[in-house]
């Protein structure tokens, strides 16, 4: 059903509201293909209400850029629409405050962290949507930052897509990215491969009467048939393995045959074999063995009329729904029994958990054609798998994977240990923190170093990760040895009020640093006022001259106000 059919329906419903809210909030405003912004939500909305998504999904799909892009504030959005709809907005209005950075080492842990700041998996749902009509629409933005998309797309966005087993999704956006990634190679694909697109179509047109009469012929009756034209990126990427040579691409055009049975499939295959040879070692079952996206479906080549090859799919009607939308599949909705509510139900059963996420809940559980209400409902659309991971970012945009509960002292470790070891202070968000601070998922984290810098043995008693344990024991060890038989030395502790800024403390460790003084450590928090800090730090030195003559430096900093020290 229609974004427009839904409001038809129900003049008064949420998802008539939610356009009208945005038609109001939006009004005026007009993309870089200079139509309507009104286009745009529509657009996303549309491919939620196509994916079967509920009206609460739909939606938000409208409302999803209010909180970003124009003055109404959450809590407005929350009195107009409720809770659910703004958990969806706002989360969609988060990820999109993530950017690839090109950090493609770290690509995987992007993907987790979208998983883990999308706390229902209904706002991936909208994010892809989104992302899906923006690459449509991708050729009106400069080139720099249509690479830039379109690479995220690519590595980032497509990949998820598949992950939820969204097959023709995953596979659009790459084809979309293509040609902004590899303009060269999209240029001659098309003109390559297009004349022979259209010779291996014809021919397809052509066999298909003879294939349905021999499966009437076995009391087969087809629900549907198509000519699947393989995808461009996909087949570029195959082109590559075989020369650049298209005769040995034989699945370029295949036919795809839908029919009502998993029986029926293994019956139709057989009766194709018993006509057209197969092609050895081209048969393969994905229904039995399924892809890790969940992906089932029957493939062979056969040896046609003429002598040509031709691959021929086979799958059920449930089956081709899986491989279209994926886990959106999963969710259908009908009407209640007092028939002005809708709930959903699980259409069948999910055989295979998603092969990377090995804490996903036991989504296989037993739900084919069971009605549960919409608490149940809601409990299973959480992403629960990644309640335990922090995933924290560096300023260069790498994403760290932490356990929950982790501190900056842990990140630094786990970006180097010498890092770790001379960590000396931390911002998150541009704010300072102290090192026992926890993080949370989509933190920005800086980490302020200071030369000959030690680990505190109270690290210990924060730090949540084996790796900066370890490093910090091996650390005090080594400084046990080396200092043996020698006394600690006094320390002086030096109290700091400055204004806050990007960049104080780093200015400040440098210039304790650049006076040949030790920092043991430093804690930071805030004033009454709130625009200033109070810097506490204690340093590996009683030497009174030399702590005078830092303050001094010190008082030169920008933005210092007051300084003291005392001697412990």
Known sequence: MSVKDIIQKDPDGLVARAFRFAERAHSGQRRKTSEPYMNHLTATAEKLSEWRLDDTSVA???LHDVLEDT????DELRR????E???LVDGVTKLGKVKYRGAKAKVENLRKMIFALSQDLRVIFIKLADRLHNMRTLGVLPPQKQKRIAEETAEVYAPIASRLGMYELAGELQDLAFPYLHPKESRWLKTQIAEEYGVRRAYLEKIWPALEQMLHGATIVPAAVDFRAKRAYSLYRKLLRFDMDINKIYDLVALRVIVDTTQDCYAAL??????????????KDYIAMPKANNYRSLHTTVIG???RYVEIQLRTKEMHEENEYGIAAHWLYKAATDGQTTQPRWDQQFKNTLQWVQQLKQWQEQYRDAEINPEDFLSAMKVEFFRDRTFAITPQGDVIDLPQGSTPVDFAYHIHTDIGNACAGATVNGQFVPLNHELRSGDMVEILTQKNKKPSEDWLSFVKTALAREHIKSALRERTR????RIHPSKAELKIVAQNRIGLLKDVSATITQSHVNILDAHTGSQPSGNSSMIKIHCETADRKKIEKLVLKLKKIRGVKQISYQLL
Request: net charge negative; glycine share 18%; aromatic share 6%.
């Open 71 to 74: 003055s109404v504030h959450i």
């Open 80 to 83: 107009s629409f409720g809770d």
């Open 60 to 62: 938000a799909g409208l």
């Open 482 to 485: 080396t200092s043996t038989l």
């Open 305 to 307: 009329p003429e002598g």
């Open 270 to 283: 057989g009766t194709i074999h018993g006509h057209w040879p197969p092609l050895p070692g081209r048969i």
């Open 85 to 87: 709809v703004t958990l």
